[in-house]
């Protein structure tokens, strides 16, 4: 359930700011296919990972984490 919701919020970020899931992956320096697991809610990204999808994204990590997940 907490991968959905991250997922869905790094989509809709994503497709917001413009990026194609490949160029974005690329630019995360992951393969399109852990984005896209990540994307579908399969897997929940790390720590650090997150940081870096915030600041591709030119968002906080606060506006990117999902409102009603826990730390």
Do not use: C
């Not at 992951?30 to 994204?57: F, H, M, T, Y």
């Amino acid at each position: 359930m907490e991968a959905e919701k991250w997922g869905r919020r790094i989509r809709a970020f994503r497709k917001l700011k413009g990026f194609t899931q490949e160029g974005f992956a690329k630019d995360l320096g992951v393969s399109v296919s852990v984005l896209g697991e990540i994307e579908r809610g399969n897997r929940v990204p790390k720590d650090d990972l997150l940081e870096d999808i915030a600041q591709a994204l030119n968002i906080s990590l606060e506006e990117l984490k999902p409102k009603d997940v826990s730390d």
